[in-house]
């Protein structure tokens, strides 16, 4: 899975209402046109982005196509997601963050202005902005 490819597929609010139908009910290009107030056009182009993430899957009945939601691309995504949530930020230092002596000295975390205490009590620093411009 291409997560960066399935955030851009999904940040679109079209294609977002799309997924969000194709959720509770699988549908062809005709009936989503109607449901959205689109051409079909615009929806299949709509669905080809959705297809090339990986979101969706076509079965064809008769004539027509009808899409349903890859829901393992999602579970996939939302795991990667609650993982990057749950990252413990390192402390940042001058000396950690490559401060020359002068950001050193104007630099707040070694000051001590800026450490908090943070979710599940865990002690930290906000962040350090000596190595930042003035």
Known sequence: MDK???LK?????TRMKILLLLLRHNYCVRS???KLELSEGAISQHL???RDAGLLRGEKRGYF???DVNRDVLHDLASEI????SMER???TPKEGGCNSSEEERCHVRNGDDFVKGG???EHYRHCHCHQSK
């Open 120 to 122: 599940n009590n865990h």
């Open 65 to 67: 196509m009808h899409y």
């Open 90 to 92: 390192e402390l940042c």
């Open 4 to 6: 960066i490819l399935v």
């Open 82 to 85: 609650k993982e990057m949530a």
């Open 32 to 34: 989503l046109a109607r």
């Open 9 to 13: 597929a999904i940040a679109d609010k």
């Open 48 to 50: 080809k982005v959705l």
